[in-house]
């Protein structure tokens, strides 16, 4: 494995995961807790705006 660069570190801090399990966002390209238990391919922020406008569209 290599050695986490430095704004992996960073961002495993805030997000509260490994270094290893940080990636982007699939959406807006932040990074987030993408890979690993409890990871996931959309940040926050954009899996609520996806939550939001599937919530408003009945499927049919």
Same mark, same amino acid.
């Given at each position: 494995?290599?050695? =986490? #660069?430095?704004?992996? *570190?960073? /961002?495993?801090?805030?997000?509260? &995961?490994? =270094? #290893?399990?940080?990636? *982007?966002? /699939?959406?807006?390209?932040?990074? &987030?807790?993408?890979?690993?238990?409890?990871?996931?391919?959309?940040?926050?922020?954009?899996?609520?705006?996806?939550?939001?406008?599937?919530?408003?569209?009945?499927?049919?």
């Amino acid at each position: 494995m290599t050695t =986490p #660069a430095p704004a992996q *570190r960073k /961002a495993s801090v805030v997000l509260d &995961c490994p =270094p #290893a399990h940080v990636g *982007r966002c /699939a959406r807006c390209h932040q990074p &987030c807790h993408r890979y690993g238990f409890g990871g996931n391919p959309l940040c926050s922020t954009c899996r609520e705006t996806v939550e939001a406008a599937r919530q408003k569209k009945p499927l049919r």
